[in-house]
């Protein structure tokens, strides 16, 4: 996974294990033996079925903590020991029960209706942020990722969960501290935004309002069980880490592919209609997100003729299983009209089975508001340098650009 030609070319990499097999035997971001599954069938497979955990720690798996692949990055990151509670015990690396404990309180909190009701305010943030995009050309060129695609997401996080304006600045910086790469800053960066919801836990907990922290709080099982104050605050952290980065590189990764395939951007320029279907093209053709959350085999499995042994670290890659050919009809190509409306989600951009992105519905929806209103506002951008000159952060797991010059009009 770290190979630089991997690094700097993901889809061409993994792509080429994909020819070679729907198992490949590799090593992860921490040099340890894994298997990469490459292939759309074998990848949805790994995804939904139980066997394959979610949490390394699980006694039966033998595992010491350190040892976990997820405990090196965050060692990597710079992240304090006495932390790491808050993000190796979260619901994206909980299997049931607990997973489904968690999920079951948290749904209750993040219903479609929340999210619809959100969307005005989403088109607000937007028009605002798109207005103001000038103010930041030098020559008439602006960075669509520091000025657009980061702001929209974290500021939408924010009215989702409820910061009050006083923290919101500071949440913006956090909101891009935690991907600067430099342990230095990431690592207080988490601390002190770890620091700051257990503050505002206690503040809801006063007064309650009508926000999603409120509803963590309120939320309860049918036996009476809550969530915890570590619970809640690793769930907002995971609202945050998860949903800013898919949802500002999906806008970077979309904007640029829209640019370069004109006669594509021409469709939905002539059919607004078509953005739902757009979006999900987009996330399949070039989405953030390459990879799945490690899995582990809690036994012996066989999967496509290759026996993984209990144990064994699994790292399904959802970039290679969405241009597989054997499920999609040329898969290089980016057809804005590939998926049918109103047929099942046909990619696995935002995985699938149990753990399917709780955010989903929110990403889709300010994908959806930002490409619409990004070339409304300005219909005649372009790229503000040749599209060779554009720089991508070498990120295992992740495909997102350093920045993203365009010229506004």
């Not at 990597?76 to 790491?84: C, D, N, T, Y």
């Not at 489904?100 to 937007?126: C, G, M, Q």
Request: net charge negative; with cysteine.
């Amino acid at each position: 996974m770290m190979d630089p030609e991997m690094l700097h070319d993901p889809i061409t990499g993994y792509g080429a294990l994909r020819e070679q097999g729907p198992v490949i035997r590799g090593r992860s971001i921490d040099g340890s033996p894994v298997w990469f599954v490459t292939r759309f069938n074998e990848v949805r497979q790994v995804l939904r079925d139980p066997r394959f955990l979610n949490n390394p720690l699980t006694p039966s798996l033998n595992r010491a903590a350190e040892d976990a692949p997820l405990a090196w990055t965050l060692r990597e990151m710079g992240l304090p020991e006495h932390l790491h509670g808050y993000l190796l015990e979260s619901i994206l690396t909980n299997d049931a029960p607990e997973h489904t404990r968690l999920r079951r309180l948290v749904s209750r909190a993040f219903t479609a209706r929340k999210i619809t009701d959100l969307r005005p305010r989403v088109e607000e943030i937007t028009d605002e942020l798109l207005t103001r995009l000038p103010e930041y050309a030098d020559d008439g060129v602006a960075d669509l990722i520091q000025h657009f695609a980061y702001p929209l997401p974290i500021t939408v996080i924010c009215e989702l969960i409820g910061i009050p304006e006083e923290y919101r600045r500071q949440w913006h910086q956090w909101g891009s501290e935690p991907v600067s790469l430099q342990p230095d800053e990431t690592g207080s960066a988490f601390a002190e935004l770890i620091e700051n919801i257990h503050e505002l836990i206690r503040e809801r907990r006063r007064a309650l309002t009508d926000d999603l922290l409120s509803d963590l709080i309120r939320a309860h099982d049918d036996d009476g069980s809550r969530l915890s104050n570590v619970e809640m605050v690793t769930m907002v952290l995971t609202i945050v880490s998860g949903g800013l980065e898919t949802t500002a590189h999906l806008i970077g990764n979309g904007t640029l592919a829209l640019l370069t395939h004109p006669d594509q951007l021409r469709l939905l320029k002539d059919d607004p209609a078509l953005m739902p279907r757009a979006l999900h093209e987009l996330m399949r053709w070039c989405g953030p997100g390459l990879m799945a959350h490690l899995r582990y085999a809690s036994e012996d499995i066989d999967l496509a003729g290759t026996v993984i042994r209990k144990g064994d670290t699994i790292q399904p890659i959802l970039a290679s299983a969405n241009y597989d050919p054997r499920h999609y009809t040329d898969p290089e190509r980016l057809d804005l009209t590939r998926h049918p409306a109103g047929h099942a989600e046909n990619h696995v951009g935002f995985g699938h089975g149990a753990h399917y992105c709780l955010g989903a519905a929110l990403a889709r929806q300010m994908g959806e508001v930002a490409f619409s209103k990004l070339f409304a506002h300005y219909p005649d951008v372009s790229l503000g340098v040749e599209r060779q000159h554009l720089k991508r952060t070498p990120l295992p797991g992740f495909w997102r650009l350093t920045s993203l010059p365009l010229r506004l009009s």
